[in-house]
């Protein structure tokens, strides 16, 4: 059974960076895809962005050109690069593995509050 640890949230002010990372503990990683997903208070959750296992990335329109998504295999670990960070952003965010594009697997969440 895959495990999923996030890791990387916090507050910060709006315009700022936030590097997220996801650790995944499973000998298959190199064969899964990933993806983003946050939950705002009160919101359904919503998906932020998926990388491939051969590193094709997609994201949201609402964090496209802001947020990036990466892979280490190595250390089957994925990143969410978060830059020019918006109060609207303030979520709670999860990564999941994806089987035929949709989220199987969750990690426990991490806390991103973006301040005005």
């Known amino acids: 059974q895959v495990q999923l640890v996030e890791s990387g949230g916090g507050l910060v002010q709006a315009g700022g960076s936030l590097r997220l990372s996801c650790v995944a503990s499973?000998?298959?990683?190199?064969?899964?895809?990933m993806g983003w997903y946050r939950q705002a208070p009160g919101k359904q959750r919503e998906w932020v962005a998926s990388?491939?296992?051969?590193?094709?990335?997609s994201y949201a329109d609402s964090v496209k050109g802001r947020f990036t998504i990466s892979r280490d295999n190595a250390k089957s670990t994925v990143y969410l690069q978060m830059n020019s960070l918006k109060p609207e952003d303030t979520a709670v965010y999860y990564c999941?593995?994806?089987?035929?594009?949709?989220?199987?697997?969750w990690g426990q969440g991490t806390q991103v509050s973006v301040s005005s």
């Open positions: 990388i491939t296992n051969g590193r094709s990335t």
């Open positions: 999941a593995t994806l089987q035929a594009g949709s989220p199987r697997v």
């Open positions: 499973t000998s298959i990683f190199t064969i899964l895809n």
